[in-house]
């Protein structure tokens, strides 16, 4: 071969690999372009939502609500073209709302009705209900100070708001919140026959916001419900103009044995590494006066929308990808638990675990719980995303139903989408799914598709 040949096929081949390098180099954004396109531009996901907020309001667990749910989503994942569905037997409670009534009573000021929700798995009262008088606390402080002999026999009423002064509306929650879980097993101890909660919310609105409470273990039990922020805002007013007003408060819920539900699991095999499993998910429960839009269809479709853009657009996973709709994450977190359980049993390795439970606005990036020099590579993906304006990578975690992972050593991830306004729908009959925007649900799926990939493309 003469010289200036050999230096042609020299040139030719150098050329190829440089061309290679840069193809591969631009594979990773050629992909997640694609995948924004593909959500964008399909309306699969919009429709489910519309479907499960709909058809199946109130899934609370054991409900024939939950059971349609379940078995919607399981067809859903067929139809996204998962290589295997499943159900995952869970145990759930059995709790039904009754009748609700709390008329607050006053012989200066005369009587008003309230809105209110009984909290989950409170133990009601009689048909009849209960009239007390009420007294006002702020804080579990303030009830210790008052003691029994101001609180024996009456109705506490927990008033403490949300603080709109933080950003972070997830921090204004979690300082607002315990009043809920704990207020009747607080308030039990020094004599309370129930409690009325003001609704954790920084929305001032006339929904109440219900959630789960808990008891002490051999605590008495007694009725808790929830207050919309109107009815706490006027039931406070009240109370200041007449200490001695009363209140009748009916709540006939009712606890019935534990039933059964389940999980609902697809998966795509990975091509190279089909023990190493990366999901995603959300719980497919809701409060039985809630669609449940945000909390959670949304991230229910979502995760079967990762499912169904893997397959429409042929990517093909080194690892197995898997879309987990959790049951009963609202009240006892037993389909969090239970998955976690199994995984253990059959020896499966879960190499990174996402959760959507913050609702579906605007996607603005993920959580991540992990330390060194593993989150440094993975807080280096968010240039991945700039193009999409999605930018908040950082330390953070999952959610409760992916918790039980972290034992095993799973990575766990929150998504992080707008939050200003979740709180105003979350655990109310304000959650439906006109609250959606269809783009900002879209933008969410593309996000945990192309973080799911990307995660698994990268070996981070």
């Given at each position: 071969m003469r010289r200036f040949e050999w230096d042609r096929v020299l040139i030719s081949?150098?050329?190829?690999?440089?061309?290679?390098?840069?193809?591969?180099?631009?594979?990773?954004?050629?992909?997640?372009?694609?995948?924004?396109?593909?959500?964008?531009?399909?309306?699969?996901?919009?429709?489910?939502?519309?479907?499960?907020?709909?058809?199946?309001?109130?899934?609370?667990?054991g409900s024939p609500a939950a059971a349609e749910a379940v078995e919607y989503t399981r067809q859903a994942l067929i139809k996204a073209g998962a290589d295997s569905v499943w159900l995952q037997k869970v145990p759930v409670p059995h709790w039904?709302?009754?009748?609700?009534?709390?008329?607050?009573?006053?012989?200066?000021?005369?009587?008003?009705?309230?809105?209110?929700?009984?909290?989950?798995?409170?133990?009601?009262?009689?048909?009849?209900?209960?009239?007390?008088?009420?007294?006002?606390?702020?804080?579990?402080d303030e009830l210790k100070q008052l003691g029994k002999k101001n609180i024996e026999g009456k109705i506490v009423f927990f008033n403490r708001p949300f603080d709109n002064k933080l950003i972070n509306t997830f921090s204004g929650y979690s300082g607002a919140v315990n009043q809920r879980t704990q207020g009747a097993a607080e308030a039990a101890k020094y004599g309370a026959i129930a409690v009325i909660v003001r609704s954790a919310t920084g929305s001032l609105d006339n929904f109440p916001h219900t959630g789960v409470c808990r008891y002490d273990q051999n605590g008495q039990k007694i009725p808790a419900v929830a207050v919309s922020t109107i009815g706490a805002e006027l039931l406070s007013q009240w109370l200041k103009s007449d200490p001695d007003l009363?209140?009748?408060?009916?709540?006939?819920?009712?606890?019935?044995?534990?039933?059964?539900?389940?999980?609902?699991?697809?998966?795509?095999?990975?091509?190279?590494k089909p023990n190493e499993i990366i999901s995603a998910g959300a719980h497919i429960d809701a409060w039985d006066i809630a669609e449940g839009a945000h909390d959670d269809?949304?991230?229910?479709?979502?995760?079967?929308?990762?499912?169904?853009?893997?397959?429409?657009?042929?990517?093909?996973p080194k690892r197995t990808i898997?879309?987990?709709?959790?049951?009963?994450?609202?009240?006892?977190?037993?389909?969090?638990?239970?998955?976690?359980?199994?995984?253990?049993?059959?020896?499966?390795?879960?190499?990174?675990?996402?959760?959507?439970?913050?609702?579906?606005?605007?996607?603005?990036?993920?959580?991540?719980?992990?330390?060194?020099?593993?989150?440094?590579?993975l807080l280096n993906i968010a240039s991945y995303f700039k193009p999409y304006n999605i930018r908040d990578f950082d330390k953070g975690g999952?959610?409760?139903?992916?918790?039980?992972?972290?034992?095993?050593?799973t990575l766990l991830i929150?998504?992080?989408?707008?939050?200003?306004?979740?709180?105003?729908?979350?655990?109310?009959?304000?959650?439906?799914?006109?609250?959606?925007?269809?783009?900002?649900?879209?933008?969410?799926?593309?996000?945990?598709?192309?973080l799911i990939y990307l995660i698994d493309l990268l070996d981070l």
């Open positions: 081949v150098a050329l190829t690999l440089i061309l290679s390098s840069y193809t591969f180099s631009q594979e990773p954004e050629k992909i997640i372009r694609s995948v924004f396109d593909e959500a964008l531009t399909d309306r699969t996901a919009y429709f489910q939502l519309e479907y499960l907020c709909k058809n199946t309001k109130g899934r609370i667990p039904e709302r009754g009748k609700e009534l709390c008329r607050i009573h006053s012989l200066l000021l005369g009587y008003e009705d309230l809105n209110i929700s009984a909290l989950g798995l409170s133990v009601g009262t009689s048909v009849e209900g209960i009239i007390a008088k009420v007294v006002e606390v702020q804080d579990f009363t209140t009748h408060l009916v709540s006939t819920c009712k606890n019935y044995p534990d039933t059964w539900s389940y999980n609902v699991i697809g998966e795509i095999e990975g091509s190279q269809a949304g991230g229910c479709v979502q995760a079967v929308e990762m499912i169904r853009i893997f397959k429409k657009l042929g990517i093909k898997r879309a987990v709709m959790f049951m009963n994450e609202e009240m006892s977190g037993t389909g969090g638990r239970t998955y976690a359980e199994e995984a253990k049993k059959k020896g499966e390795l879960h190499y990174a675990a996402l959760e959507a439970d913050r609702g579906v606005m605007s996607p603005r990036g993920f959580g991540f719980d992990a330390d060194g020099t593993r989150l440094e590579k999952g959610g409760s139903d992916i918790s039980p992972l972290k034992a095993q050593g929150g998504t992080m989408p707008e939050s200003q306004r979740y709180f105003y729908y979350h655990h109310s009959a304000n959650d439906t799914f006109e609250q959606v925007n269809e783009r900002e649900l879209q933008m969410g799926s593309a996000a945990t598709a192309s």
